[in-house]
């Protein structure tokens, strides 16, 4: 028998929730934190980067940031678990990572440099590294069982796995040193001499200027950033970690995971599960509901008829326009009934299609059902995944 | 131009540059490739190019592979897929006239790397090879498959960002036509994607507000993807409850057998994603579609990305804005 979900997570330090956008990626590491924390009674926190702040509603804070905060489990009886939610918040992380990283000048530097103030949406993809930074911080507290890690909405979700690689990549890169030559050194490198010509020609000297001074002051920092690159990195790829693909049953999400999924095997990186969300009832295509649904299709009118009788006896008040309306008010009803499901089911013959091809053994893929409503509350979050034990 | 002014479709294509966006799942390739489809029915000349490049569009029109340079993908239908590397290497041939380029790869790598790592470098190479194309008249429409929701802003405001940062130099000489060319909203209009349900239409409220508060470029539409369309008026519905729940379930039980109840549960599921959708559009309506028209388009069960959807979702956003 193939080892539960639940009972592979529960001996993990960090679980990484990764997937396309759109596919409830957040509520699921949400509902997985809260799930584990009270079946396990251990104390969890999710990171989350969704901007959209629906974490916190549905958890019932109203403001989350860098520093974790605890929701309140006491309506669930019955476990003694925690859970404790965050946001990466990119300002404060940046700010932050300065603060502990530069030595005060070069801090002051920093944060007076009006590219510093623009930087930190825009520089080198910084919201996989900074949720890589907050984890590298919280982690290092030692204060949770177990993080559950909502990461970030990427082009690719791969772009998460790379990001310690590609800051190390940055410092070392002939780039910065171009950039930074000026300040650095009187001489003037040949190779440097083109370069600048360009660069200055296009983007103009001042510009120029502040990019290579804030540059000189972020080589400052490159210790600092690095050694916190690496310990993620080493964290990401031991035992302590693992990887939870998250999509819904159609073409692009299912692409992307599948991709997902193949780049962690040749990492070499462990995947514990796939949750598939916002599946259809599985009874749509059952044989006793096709057959149903044919027979429909043969005697609707007889049924109509049958129906018509029996709801005008039991209304005997009910108005004579609509008592005459009533026979093809039922026709439209059953007409509708048997096309709704037609659509449905055939919708689900494409979701199992397309939950064929994401190339794990299906003992591995964990369903949860379509919501008919919103999940605001702990308790819808609490039923998402209750079948992962 | 005829003689009443253009409205619904016909107004939306007479502009000359079209940013489509929304979070990421909510369908936002397929209306952009539906209004490009749209725009070359009409013999108009369209280029439609990809930003954030993930195959859709190849996979919808049925190629191996799309690059920078347009193809012809159908009649009047231009494709492109955005390489700010290449728009860069195009941009030093236009503006500097760097005579053989190929021998300054280096330069150009080196710039990539600057793109990188400045800020607004990489934005403003996107929308000035866009606005580029609209200034030179070498398509009558440009549509652009955008940036998911949290970028397309950056990319909108960079020509007044980079202004500010440079303050000198080639770049800032340049920004000042694009800006005129966002900001008439003749010219330019963003059409926002969303799918009926809480995070994305909150997403869209969200865009639409720095949108407004941080770039010129107004909306030109909402479009509501993928809804669920209620069938039942309210007699009907109570008709329905008595099928679902009252006597007459038994009724219907023993005449189609034990499947009746999973029928049933198939209209239940529909409804309440179709009333879950109509609150949602409700919501788009009031809060982001205030100044301008929203369309919906139903949910397409039984096509798979490709022409075929993009001809579907075509006719429903024209009908929408008839």
Redesign the interface.
């Given at each position: 028998m193939t080892e539960s979900l639940g009972s592979k997570l529960k001996e993990k330090s960090v679980i990484f929730c990764a997937g396309a956008g759109g596919v409830g990626k957040t509520t699921i590491s949400a509902s997985l934190a809260l799930t584990l924390a009270v079946h396990e009674n251990k104390s969890v926190l999710v990171i989350t980067v969704d901007p959209a702040k629906r974490l916190a509603g549905a958890l019932g804070l109203s403001e989350l940031g860098n520093e974790p905060i605890e929701v309140d489990l006491s309506g669930i009886e019955g476990h003694k678990g925690r859970l404790y939610a965050a946001m990466v918040d990119m300002k404060e992380s940046w700010d932050q990572i300065v603060q502990s990283c530069a030595d005060s000048d070069a801090q002051e530097r920093i944060f007076a440099n009006p590219i510093y103030q623009n930087i930190s949406s825009q520089f080198v993809q910084s919201h996989d590294y900074i949720a890589v930074e907050v984890l590298y911080d919280l982690y290092g507290r030692g204060d949770f069982d177990l993080i559950v890690v909502d990461t970030p909405p990427s082009r690719n979700a791969i772009d998460f796995l790379d990001a310690p690689k590609r800051m190390e990549e940055f410092f070392s890169s002939k780039l910065l040193r171009w950039l930074t030559m000026p300040y650095r050194s009187k001489v003037f490198v040949s190779a440097f001499k083109p370069f600048n010509a360009v660069a200055e020609k296009i983007l103009g000297s001042a510009f120029l200027a502040e990019l290579g001074e804030f540059f000189v002051d972020f080589q400052s920092m490159q210790d600092g950033f690095l050694e916190r690159a690496r310990t993620v990195s080493k964290l990401i790829n031991s035992d302590q970690a693992t990887f939870i693909v998250i999509s819904t049953a159609s073409e692009a999400p299912i692409n992307e995971a599948s991709f997902f999924i193949t780049e962690l095997f040749e990492r070499n990186l462990p995947l514990a599960g796939v949750v598939i969300n916002r599946c259809l009832p599985q009874n749509l295509l059952d044989r006793e509901v096709a057959s149903s649904a044919q027979k429909l299709d043969d005697s609707q009118n007889v049924l109509v008829a049958e129906l018509t009788g029996r709801y005008l006896k039991e209304n005997p008040a009910i108005d004579d326009d609509l008592g005459r309306r009533l026979s093809p008010i039922f026709n439209r009803v059953l007409s509708e009934v048997n096309s709704n499901y037609l659509g449905l089911a055939e919708l689900y013959s494409s979701e199992i299609a397309y939950k064929s091809k994401i190339g794990v053994d299906s003992a591995e893929i964990i369903e949860v059902a379509q919501e008919r409503g919103d999940i605001s509350s702990l308790p819808n979050l609490l039923k998402m995944l209750n079948n992962i034990w | 131009m005829s003689a009443k002014a253009a409205s619904g479709i016909e107004a939306l294509l007479s502009k000359r540059l079209i940013f489509v966006t929304g979070?990421?799942?909510?369908g936002k390739s397929t209306v952009a490739a539906s209004l490009a489809w749209l725009a070359s029915q009409r013999k108009m000349s369209t280029l439609l190019c990809q930003v954030?490049a993930?195959g859709?569009l190849q996979r919808m029109f049925g190629r191996s592979a799309i690059g920078f340079k347009p193809e012809l993908v159908r009649p009047n239908l231009w494709a492109m897929s955005m390489d700010t590397e290449a728009a860069l290497n195009e941009y030093?041939k236009i503006y500097?006239r760097?005579p053989v380029l190929p021998r300054?790869g280096p330069?150009a790598r080196?710039?990539d790397?600057?793109a990188?790592?400045?800020?607004?470098?990489?934005?403003i190479l996107v929308v000035g090879k866009l606005c580029w194309e609209v200034r030179e008249s070498h398509y009558d429409i440009v549509i652009v498959d955008s940036a998911?929701s949290?970028h397309i802003v950056?990319q909108l405001a960079s020509p007044k960002?980079v202004g500010e940062?440079?303050?000198?130099?080639?770049?800032?000489d340049q920004t000042a036509w694009m800006s005129d060319i966002l900001r008439d909203p003749k010219t330019t209009g963003v059409v926002l994607v969303s799918?009926a349900e809480?995070?994305?239409v909150?997403?869209s409220v969200?865009l639409a507000e720095r949108l407004s508060a941080q770039t010129e470029v107004s909306l030109a539409l909402v479009v509501a993807n993928r809804v669920y369309p209620q069938?039942?008026s309210k007699?009907?519905m109570e008709?329905?409850n008595?099928?679902a729940d009252g006597?007459?379930s038994g009724?219907?039980a023993k005449?189609?057998?034990?499947?009746?109840s999973?029928?049933?549960?198939?209209?239940?599921?529909?409804n309440?994603?179709a009333e879950?959708n109509c609150r949602y559009v409700d919501l788009l309506k009031e809060k982001v579609a205030k100044s301008s028209p929203l369309v919906e388009v139903a949910e397409v069960?039984?096509l798979?990305?490709g022409l075929g959807l993009i001809a579907e979702v075509a006719e429903s956003i024209e009908a929408g804005l008839a």
């Amino acid at each position: 028998m193939t080892e539960s979900l639940g009972s592979k997570l529960k001996e993990k330090s960090v679980i990484f929730c990764a997937g396309a956008g759109g596919v409830g990626k957040t509520t699921i590491s949400a509902s997985l934190a809260l799930t584990l924390a009270v079946h396990e009674n251990k104390s969890v926190l999710v990171i989350t980067v969704d901007p959209a702040k629906r974490l916190a509603g549905a958890l019932g804070l109203s403001e989350l940031g860098n520093e974790p905060i605890e929701v309140d489990l006491s309506g669930i009886e019955g476990h003694k678990g925690r859970l404790y939610a965050a946001m990466v918040d990119m300002k404060e992380s940046w700010d932050q990572i300065v603060q502990s990283c530069a030595d005060s000048d070069a801090q002051e530097r920093i944060f007076a440099n009006p590219i510093y103030q623009n930087i930190s949406s825009q520089f080198v993809q910084s919201h996989d590294y900074i949720a890589v930074e907050v984890l590298y911080d919280l982690y290092g507290r030692g204060d949770f069982d177990l993080i559950v890690v909502d990461t970030p909405p990427s082009r690719n979700a791969i772009d998460f796995l790379d990001a310690p690689k590609r800051m190390e990549e940055f410092f070392s890169s002939k780039l910065l040193r171009w950039l930074t030559m000026p300040y650095r050194s009187k001489v003037f490198v040949s190779a440097f001499k083109p370069f600048n010509a360009v660069a200055e020609k296009i983007l103009g000297s001042a510009f120029l200027a502040e990019l290579g001074e804030f540059f000189v002051d972020f080589q400052s920092m490159q210790d600092g950033f690095l050694e916190r690159a690496r310990t993620v990195s080493k964290l990401i790829n031991s035992d302590q970690a693992t990887f939870i693909v998250i999509s819904t049953a159609s073409e692009a999400p299912i692409n992307e995971a599948s991709f997902f999924i193949t780049e962690l095997f040749e990492r070499n990186l462990p995947l514990a599960g796939v949750v598939i969300n916002r599946c259809l009832p599985q009874n749509l295509l059952d044989r006793e509901v096709a057959s149903s649904a044919q027979k429909l299709d043969d005697s609707q009118n007889v049924l109509v008829a049958e129906l018509t009788g029996r709801y005008l006896k039991e209304n005997p008040a009910i108005d004579d326009d609509l008592g005459r309306r009533l026979s093809p008010i039922f026709n439209r009803v059953l007409s509708e009934v048997n096309s709704n499901y037609l659509g449905l089911a055939e919708l689900y013959s494409s979701e199992i299609a397309y939950k064929s091809k994401i190339g794990v053994d299906s003992a591995e893929i964990i369903e949860v059902a379509q919501e008919r409503g919103d999940i605001s509350s702990l308790p819808n979050l609490l039923k998402m995944l209750n079948n992962i034990w | 131009m005829s003689a009443k002014a253009a409205s619904g479709i016909e107004a939306l294509l007479s502009k000359r540059l079209i940013f489509v966006t929304g979070k990421g799942g909510v369908g936002k390739s397929t209306v952009a490739a539906s209004l490009a489809w749209l725009a070359s029915q009409r013999k108009m000349s369209t280029l439609l190019c990809q930003v954030d490049a993930k195959g859709d569009l190849q996979r919808m029109f049925g190629r191996s592979a799309i690059g920078f340079k347009p193809e012809l993908v159908r009649p009047n239908l231009w494709a492109m897929s955005m390489d700010t590397e290449a728009a860069l290497n195009e941009y030093l041939k236009i503006y500097l006239r760097l005579p053989v380029l190929p021998r300054l790869g280096p330069l150009a790598r080196a710039f990539d790397f600057v793109a990188n790592a400045a800020p607004g470098v990489r934005e403003i190479l996107v929308v000035g090879k866009l606005c580029w194309e609209v200034r030179e008249s070498h398509y009558d429409i440009v549509i652009v498959d955008s940036a998911a929701s949290g970028h397309i802003v950056s990319q909108l405001a960079s020509p007044k960002g980079v202004g500010e940062l440079f303050r000198v130099g080639m770049v800032v000489d340049q920004t000042a036509w694009m800006s005129d060319i966002l900001r008439d909203p003749k010219t330019t209009g963003v059409v926002l994607v969303s799918t009926a349900e809480e995070t994305p239409v909150q997403e869209s409220v969200e865009l639409a507000e720095r949108l407004s508060a941080q770039t010129e470029v107004s909306l030109a539409l909402v479009v509501a993807n993928r809804v669920y369309p209620q069938v039942f008026s309210k007699t009907e519905m109570e008709v329905f409850n008595w099928l679902a729940d009252g006597k007459g379930s038994g009724i219907a039980a023993k005449a189609l057998g034990k499947g009746w109840s999973g029928l049933i549960g198939a209209s239940e599921l529909w409804n309440a994603m179709a009333e879950t959708n109509c609150r949602y559009v409700d919501l788009l309506k009031e809060k982001v579609a205030k100044s301008s028209p929203l369309v919906e388009v139903a949910e397409v069960i039984s096509l798979p990305a490709g022409l075929g959807l993009i001809a579907e979702v075509a006719e429903s956003i024209e009908a929408g804005l008839a």
